[in-house]
């Protein structure tokens, strides 16, 4: 049963990491294709933080927890601490920033307003958070501070 939970874990690391970077990569390659190409993109995007990124966060954590409880690690640790605070962290920019400046990022794309700075903010704060996905990802496999 561990392995079945494991895999679980993994697959929803890998789909929250793999969405990220699917956004990074493909968000420039739309923007080339037209206003209306980018704003459609923006608006996939939008669905995806609503669809995707919650069940494969709470999924994540769920069984994280469920590993920790069958294993030989406690909340202590510094790798589960990590994976705890990402989830919380993504949730958090997601829900507070992502969601929000694509939303803006479309209206102004729309009405031919300035999207230049939304773009780099929303851009940015993407690689961050897909950076520490990165670094939690590893915190996992290296056991960090167990």
Known sequence: MRNV??????GA???WLGANMFQLV????VRKAGAAT?????RAVVDLSKRLYPPA???????????VRRGAWSYGDVFVM???TMVVFGAVVGSALIGPWSTRLI????TGGE???????LNGITILETALVLFTIYAMVAKLGA
């Open 13 to 15: 690391a890998g789909t």
């Open 5 to 10: 939970i494991l895999w679980l874990h993994i």
């Open 82 to 84: 990590i994976g705890i």
């Open 57 to 67: 966060a709470i999924l994540a954590l769920l069984t994280g927890i469920e590993l």
């Open 38 to 42: 980018e704003s459609a993109w923006l």
């Open 115 to 121: 999207s230049a700075s939304l773009r780099n903010r």
């Open 107 to 110: 209206e102004a794309i729309d």
């Open 26 to 29: 493909g968000g420039p390659l």
